[in-house]
Nanobody, 125 residues
Framework: QVQLVESGGGSVQAGGSLILSCEAS????????VGWFRQAPGKEREGVAA????????DYADSVKGRFTISQDNAKNTVYLQMNSLKPEDTAMYYCAAALGGNFCYTGRLDFNYWGQGTQVTVSS
């Protein structure tokens, strides 16, 4: 099993920045595919970014490319989502999720079976 603990959400004004953290435990960290997802009220869940820990590959949604950066720290078993130039449309509940097996890591994978509790990001105009 994988346990994920998220932190870093909050409220910022448009143009501001936040960094979200997702600490993983309970499984070999290097074998994980970890993704960030978000869901706003009344909207479908959207894949934001994903990172293959062992293969050092990343995947981003077009809506955040160039503004968000996903990274990870092997020493801390933690995946980060650095969010810059935030827009009101980025407002959502953000979740990190893990799939077992770092190959073919992208947010569209169907086996993200482990999820964090979510952290709210609110961006005001």
């Amino acid at each position: 099993q994988v346990q994920l603990v998220e932190s870093g959400g909050g409220s910022v004004q448009a143009g501001g920045s936040l960094i979200l953290s997702c600490e993983a435990s309970g499984y070999a960290y290097s074998k994980l595919c970890v993704g960030w997802f978000r869901q706003a009220p009344g909207k479908e869940r959207e894949g934001v970014a994903a990172i293959a820990i062992g293969y050092i590959s990343t995947d981003y949604a077009d809506s955040v490319k160039g503004r968000f950066t996903i990274s990870q720290d092997n020493a801390k078993n933690t995946v980060y989502l650095q969010m810059n130039s935030l827009k009101p449309e980025d407002t959502a509940m953000y979740y990190c999720a893990a799939a077992l097996g770092g190959n073919f890591c992208y947010t569209g994978r169907l086996d993200f079976n482990y999820w964090g509790q979510g952290t709210q990001v609110t961006v005001s105009s």
